[in-house]
């Protein structure tokens, strides 16, 4: 599986900005999908993940500003995020776990990895 990030950009606080993700394969119903994120000097965190079976987990600080959507037809998954904070501002990753693994939120579990797009949330 090769995955291509696209979307990063540098954006306002309160503005919204979408990354998106495309698979070179059908991803969706077979494996779960992830949107990672790590910022300078810190640890790769879970954004949001979409299960196989298609059950999301989105991580507290995002709930509410932050939505996944995929386009299964072109094997590609967007994160829309709106309401962008400073402490938002990190490369973002988008990753895919072949094994079904329960641990979603584990970059460990992941083992295909796009390249990362840097969302920068300033003024």
């Known amino acids: 599986v090769q995955l291509q990030a696209s979307g990063g950009g540098v954006v306002q606080p309160g503005g919204s900005l979408r990354v998106s993700c495309a698979a070179s394969?059908?991803?969706?119903?077979?494996?779960?999908v992830g949107w990672f994120r790590q910022a300078p000097g810190k640890e790769r965190e879970i954004v949001v993940g979409?299960?196989?079976?298609?059950?999301?987990y989105y991580a507290d600080s995002v709930k509410g500003r932050f939505t996944i959507s995929k386009d299964s037809a072109k094997n590609t998954v967007h994160l829309q995020m709106n309401n962008l904070k400073s402490e938002d501002t990190a490369v973002y990753y988008c990753?895919?776990?072949?094994?079904?693994?329960?641990?979603?939120?584990?970059?460990?579990?992941?083992?295909?990895w796009g390249q990362g797009t840097l969302v920068t949330v300033s003024s």
């Open positions: 990753a895919v776990d072949t094994h079904r693994s329960v641990a979603i939120t584990t970059p460990a579990s992941y083992d295909f």
């Open positions: 394969g059908r991803i969706f119903g077979r494996y779960t």
């Open positions: 979409i299960r196989w079976s298609g059950s999301t």
